[in-house]
T-cell receptor, first 114, second 111 residues
Framework: DAGVIQSPRHEVTEMGQEVTLRCKPI?????LFWYRQTMMRGLELLIY????????DSGMPEDRFSAKMPNASFSTLKIQPSEPRDSAVYFC????????????FGPGTRLTVL | LAKTTQPISMDSYEGQEVNITCSHN???????ITWYQQFPSQGPRFIIQ???TKVTNEVASLFIPADRKSSTLSLPRVSLSDTAVYYC????????????FGKGTMLLVSP
């Protein structure tokens, strides 16, 4: 398996623009997670899905952030409008239902908002 | 969620054994202890998980005393490529389990 795939790997945009991050989880994994990592706040869980259904989005910072999982092999995290404080590395991770604490992380998307 | 405390950083040399200890004084009966490793510019990677006593795999060993209030990740004969941040996490082993990452321990291995 290719592992968790994220695109783009790097994104530079200007404040106010819409940003869409993409993730393809490992085939057969039931859970998908979106994280954000910054030096100041560390690695934070934003939202996670189980069988394509959002379970907990309490980590989403504000309404500018939204996430979808239209099918088992694809998820998006959208920021609209983007702000400089959204600059971070965004990770997607997935896991099987029975491997409760073993998540597989993607390579991340480094987002820079100017 | 049980709070974990681990050293901010550690230094070692190639070929040495490294032990990183994590404190989790309020660990619950159903909690498991999980360690992740994160290399620069990569996502975290699962290393090992345990509940009690000792667990060993091809990467590391995890030692958990009887009171489970701490745990020690042991890396045998480290190399430069083991330079990374190591996270200790404590949580349930159930379907809705999520991970809460702390600051981790930055391990620097020198020649």
């Amino acid at each position: 398996d290719a592992g968790v795939i994220q695109s783009p790997r790097h994104e530079v945009t200007e404040m106010g623009q819409e940003v869409t991050l993409r993730c393809k989880p490992i085939s057969g994994h039931d859970y998908l997670f979106w994280y954000r990592q910054t030096m100041m706040r560390g690695l934070e869980l934003l939202i996670y899905f189980n069988n394509n259904v959002p379970i907990d989005d309490s980590g989403m910072p504000e309404d500018r952030f939204s996430a979808k999982m239209p099918n088992a092999s694809f998820s998006t995290l959208k920021i609209q409008p983007s702000e400089p404080r959204d600059s971070a590395v965004y990770f997607c991770a997935s896991r099987m239902a029975v491997h409760y604490n073993e998540q597989f992380f993607g390579p991340g998307t480094r987002l820079t908002v100017l | 969620l049980a709070k974990t405390t681990q050293p901010i950083s550690m230094d070692s040399y190639e070929g040495q054994e490294v032990n990183i200890t994590c404190s989790h004084n309020n660990i619950a009966t159903n909690d498991y202890i999980t360690w992740y490793q994160q290399f620069p510019s990569q996502g975290p990677r699962f290393i090992i998980q345990g509940y009690k006593t000792k667990v060993t795999n091809e990467v590391a060993s995890l030692f958990i005393p009887a009171d489970r209030k701490s745990s020690t990740l042991s890396l045998p004969r480290v190399s430069l490529s083991d330079t990374a941040v190591y996270y200790c996490l404590v949580g349930f082993n159930v379907g809705y389990s999520t991970l809460t990452f702390g600051k981790g321990t930055m391990l620097l291995v020198s020649p």
